[in-house]
């Protein structure tokens, strides 16, 4: 899984660097197709279907930017549940539910925040891909546009807004291009948890003003929105992981012809904040596949922690191992005049835990 990963994430990188290139005005558009064509024929290796490959010729620029922050959302959702018996990593199995190069949970809670991290990676990275090749169209040295209405008295709003439009019709495409039609309530569950990624971003976007003009006095500002770190919508989405709703399918039916999805307690509709699910989670202590469940033989662990992370949780009360190793660590750090530091290399004793 590693070398793999090695290889797909040095591929995305590679094709990111192309695509920046190419979207310049020094290439055609034939030379823009034949390198959207072999990188997309590339892809194709690392079970990429049919219709995402015909996606990935179409939009190739969109496309390699997806990948991309589909991987951050991803690592992101790794690092915030890195404590938990569920930690976002994912099966080196085949699968018709791979998504570059990812296995994704089915059904449950955690399938809901990581179909919903991985959107907002998607649409946090195209969107912020395209604010850089955006060009404001000003009179003045502040990039403000004073033609644009006044929300407040002296400022105006430049036209450098991150605007999440194409990131979230392009990750919407995604998920829909992608997904196998396997039940209705499943592909319906897949598509609202990836707008509520699309909230996770617009939600923790921020307000930025700058002093326009030349006289310093302040009066009038040019103000923007902005993106704020992955980070941040990322903890937003872990906050909505802690109420997700399980839905069932109503009589109720939708204006495109589906049934509408509802809580199953009060039979009401989800907000488009809420994540959903419809299967109940496994207790992901032992290892099963068809249940997305890794296990948690081998998890590192806190043998003195009462939290998620401790021993007697993570390890599902089968107890753990103990070992030691020594380690290199720099050691007798000292500072040479001003700015230079040395150290010595030093053996370092650690313990850690290992569950059953």
Same mark, same amino acid.
């Given at each position: 899984?590693?070398?793999?990963?090695?290889?797909?994430?040095?591929?995305?990188?590679?094709?990111?660097?192309?695509?920046?290139?190419?979207?310049?005005?020094?290439?055609?558009?034939?030379?823009?197709?034949?390198?959207?064509?072999?990188?997309?024929?590339?892809?194709?290796?690392?079970?990429?279907?049919?219709?995402?490959?015909?996606?990935?010729?179409?939009?190739?620029?969109?496309?390699?930017?997806?990948?991309?922050?589909?991987?951050?959302?991803?690592?992101?959702?790794?690092?915030?549940?890195?404590?938990?018996?569920?930690?976002?990593?994912?099966?080196?199995?085949?699968?018709?539910?791979?998504?570059?190069?990812?296995?994704?949970? /089915?059904?449950?809670?955690?399938?809901?925040?990581?179909?919903?991290?991985?959107?907002?990676?998607?649409?946090?990275?195209?969107?912020?891909?395209?604010?850089?090749?955006?060009?404001?169209?000003?009179?003045?040295?502040?990039?403000?546009?004073?033609?644009?209405?006044?929300?407040?008295?002296?400022?105006?709003?430049?036209?450098?807004?991150?605007?999440?439009?194409?990131?979230?019709?392009?990750?919407?495409?995604?998920?829909?291009?992608?997904?196998?039609?396997?039940?209705?309530?499943?592909?319906?569950?897949?598509?609202?948890?990836?707008?509520?990624?699309?909230?996770?971003?617009?939600?923790?976007?921020?307000?930025?003003?700058?002093?326009?003009?030349?006289?310093?006095?302040?009066?009038?500002?040019?103000?923007?929105?902005?993106?704020?770190?992955?980070?941040?919508?990322?903890?937003?989405?872990?906050?909505?992981?802690?109420?997700?709703?399980?839905?069932?399918?109503?009589?109720?039916?939708? /204006?495109?012809? /589906?049934?509408?999805?509802?809580?199953?307690?009060?039979?009401?509709?989800?907000?488009?904040?809420?994540?959903?699910?419809?299967?109940?989670?496994?207790?992901?202590?032992?290892?099963?596949?068809?249940?997305?469940?890794?296990?948690?033989?081998?998890?590192?662990?806190?043998?003195?922690?009462?939290?998620?992370?401790?021993?007697?949780?993570?390890?599902?009360?089968?107890?753990?191992?103990?070992?030691?190793?020594?380690?290199?660590?720099?050691?007798?750090?000292?500072?040479?005049?001003?700015?230079?530091?040395?150290?010595?290399?030093?053996?370092?004793?650690?313990? /850690?835990?290992?569950?059953?």
């Amino acid at each position: 899984m590693k070398h793999r990963n090695l290889a797909f994430n040095f591929f995305v990188q590679t094709w990111l660097a192309i695509t920046i290139a190419y979207n310049g005005a020094s290439f055609g558009d034939e030379y823009k197709k034949k390198i959207s064509s072999h990188l997309c024929k590339n892809e194709y290796k690392y079970k990429i279907t049919q219709p995402m490959l015909d996606l990935c010729k179409e939009q190739a620029y969109n496309f390699g930017y997806a990948i991309n922050g589909f991987n951050r959302g991803i690592t992101e959702c790794q690092s915030l549940f890195t404590n938990q018996r569920w930690n976002c990593s994912t099966f080196d199995v085949d699968s018709e539910f791979t998504l570059f190069n990812t296995v994704m949970s /089915r059904g449950s809670k955690e399938a809901a925040v990581q179909m919903a991290m991985a959107s907002a990676g998607m649409i946090e990275g195209i969107t912020a891909s395209l604010r850089r090749k955006k060009k404001p169209t000003t009179k003045d040295e502040s990039g403000c546009n004073t033609q644009l209405a006044q929300q407040n008295p002296g400022e105006y709003y430049s036209e450098c807004d991150a605007d999440l439009t194409i990131g979230n019709r392009f990750a919407n495409l995604v998920i829909k291009t992608w997904q196998p039609q396997t039940n209705q309530e499943e592909v319906q569950m897949n598509e609202h948890n990836s707008y509520v990624g699309k909230m996770a971003v617009q939600l923790n976007m921020q307000k930025v003003c700058r002093c326009a003009g030349i006289s310093g006095n302040c009066v009038t500002k040019c103000c923007y929105q902005t993106l704020k770190p992955l980070k941040v919508s990322a903890q937003w989405l872990q906050a909505q992981y802690s109420k997700a709703q399980k839905v069932v399918r109503s009589q109720r039916v939708r /204006r495109d012809g /589906r049934y509408l999805l509802v809580n199953e307690k009060d039979g009401k509709e989800p907000a488009n904040t809420d994540l959903i699910y419809i299967l109940d989670s496994p207790d992901y202590c032992t290892h099963d596949i068809n249940k997305n469940s890794l296990g948690t033989t081998g998890r590192l662990c806190n043998n003195t922690s009462l939290d998620t992370n401790g021993c007697e949780y993570m390890c599902c009360g089968r107890g753990y191992v103990t070992e030691e190793l020594n380690v290199d660590d720099f050691c007798k750090c000292k500072f040479n005049r001003c700015c230079d530091v040395t150290c010595d290399r030093c053996k370092k004793t650690i313990t /850690r835990h290992i569950c059953k």
